[in-house]
Nanobody, 121 residues
Framework: QVQLVESGGGLVQPGGSLRLSCAAS????????MGWARQAPGKQRELVAD???????TYADSVKGRFTISRDNAKNTVYLQMDSLKPEDTANYYC???????????????WGQGTQVTVSS
């Protein structure tokens, strides 16, 4: 089994910062990709940021220049540094990984339970 444990969410004022962490554990051979998505009430889930095992990153246009994704391969952990937070960033943030259990096996996608980020004055 693969487990994802997220932390770092909370309440912050506009312009503030938060750092989210997500640690993966379990039956992991390799993590191909790690990322973050978010979902606000009444809205579709949107991809926020991704990072490949090679370190290539992608960001949603709405967070470019404000959010930074990084990973620690040795710890199977992905981070999301969020700066200059805006009220529209308020959402439940979900960690996700694409992991290969064994060499030659297909990758599978796993999701964390989510951590709430609320940006409000």
């Amino acid at each position: 089994q693969v487990q994802l444990v997220e932390s770092g969410g909370g309440l912050v004022q506009p312009g503030g910062s938060l750092r989210l962490s997500c640690a993966a554990s379990g039956s992991i051979f390799s993590i191909v990709r790690m990322g973050w998505a978010r979902q606000a009430p009444g809205k579709q889930r949107e991809l926020v940021a991704d990072i490949t095992n090679g370190g290539s990153t992608t960001y949603a246009d709405s967070v470019k220049g404000r959010f930074t994704i990084s990973r620690d391969n040795a710890k199977n952990t992905v981070y999301l540094q969020m700066d200059s937070l805006k009220p529209e960033d308020t959402a439940n943030y979900y960690c996700n990984i694409d992991s290969r259990r064994q060499l030659g096996f297909p990758t599978m996608r796993y999701w964390g339970q989510g951590t709430q980020v609320t940006v409000s004055s």
